[in-house]
Nanobody, 119 residues
Framework: QLQAFGGGLVQAGGSLRLSCAAS??????MGWFRQAPGKEREFVAAIRWSGFSTYYTDSVKGRFTISRDNAKNTVYLQMNSLKPEDTAVYYCAATRRIYSDSSGWYDYWGQGTLVTVSS
C-alpha cells in the first residue's frame, strides 16, 4: 500500500516536497509519475530501495531530487524551480523490476497528490 502526500499550490520558481509512504519494502524500485489534464501519465523519477541509483526524465533533471528513507519506508521527491508545466497529479508507484520508466510495469500505485504551479 502506498500513500502520497505533499502536493499543493506554489508559484513558479518555488519548491515542494512530496512523500510516499510504503507499508513495506516489498518492491525493488519506487517511482514517481505525473499526469497533467488531458495528457498521458509520464515517468518523473525512480529510485531503488538499495544502492545509489536514481533515474529522472530529462525535463526535471537538475530541478527534482528523489530520495528515500529506508527506516521509514518512505520515498521523497524534492521539487525545486517549479514551472507551470510541472502542474499535474503526482503518483508514487512500486515495481519488482530492477528498472522501468513505463507505468505499465508498476504493480502498486498511491492515490495521487495534486501539484499546481501558478505563473
Amino acid at each position: 500500500q502506498l500513500q502520497a502526500f505533499g502536493g499543493g499550490l506554489v508559484q513558479a520558481g518555488g519548491s515542494l516536497r512530496l512523500s510516499c509512504a510504503a507499508s513495506a519494502q516489498s518492491s525493488y524500485l519506487m517511482g514517481w509519475f505525473r499526469q497533467a489534464p488531458g495528457k498521458e501519465r509520464e515517468f518523473v523519477a525512480a529510485i531503488r530501495w538499495s544502492g545509489f541509483s536514481t533515474y529522472y526524465t530529462d525535463s526535471v533533471k537538475g530541478r527534482f531530487t528523489i530520495s528515500r528513507d529506508n527506516a521509514k519506508n518512505t520515498v521523497y521527491l524534492q521539487m525545486n524551480s517549479l514551472k507551470p508545466e510541472d502542474t499535474a497529479v503526482y503518483y508514487c508507484a512500486a515495481t519488482r523490476r530492477i528498472y522501468s520508466d513505463s507505468s505499465g510495469w508498476y504493480d502498486y500505485w498511491g492515490q495521487g497528490t495534486l501539484v499546481t504551479v501558478s505563473s
